[in-house]
């Protein structure tokens, strides 16, 4: 994916079922689920978010989710998923020279907020 110029702002909707993120430039988001797949006929690999495309067999696929209920339950699954997003294979994001926006529900518990 082609990186935005002049920006220096990634904005990150971190959803329970897909995620929307990319460089405030642009004039819309990449969207990618929130999810890590595994297809019964390749055990050995796991499909993290938009890599579900690569996927040869979807007629037995396991979904991992790192969302319940609308709430983050399973911190490995949805880190994982960041470190695609952030990585060489997705965005290839350099962190220390860049403001991320980040985005939460309106009404979200202040114990969430502060976790």
């Known amino acids: 994916m082609p990186v935005a110029e002049n920006s220096d702002t990634f904005i990150l909707d971190n959803g329970g079922y897909s995620i929307k993120a990319g460089y405030a430039s642009q004039s819309s988001p990449r969207v990618i689920p929130n999810c890590i797949v595994k297809a019964?006929?390749?055990?050995r690999r796991a499909f993290i978010g938009?890599?579900?495309?690569?996927?040869?067999?979807?007629?037995?696929?396991?979904?991992?989710?790192?969302?319940?209920?609308?709430?983050?339950?399973?911190?490995?699954?949805q880190k994982t998923l960041w470190d695609y997003l952030f990585g060489k294979q997705s965005f290839h994001l350099k962190c220390d020279e860049l403001n991320l926006v980040f985005t939460e529900p309106y009404f979200n518990f202040s114990s969430i907020q502060e976790g």
């Open 50 to 77: 938009d890599q579900i495309e690569d996927c040869r067999e979807l007629s037995s696929l396991f979904y991992m989710l790192p969302f319940q209920k609308g709430y983050l339950v399973n911190w490995d699954h």
């Open 40 to 43: 019964k006929a390749e055990k």
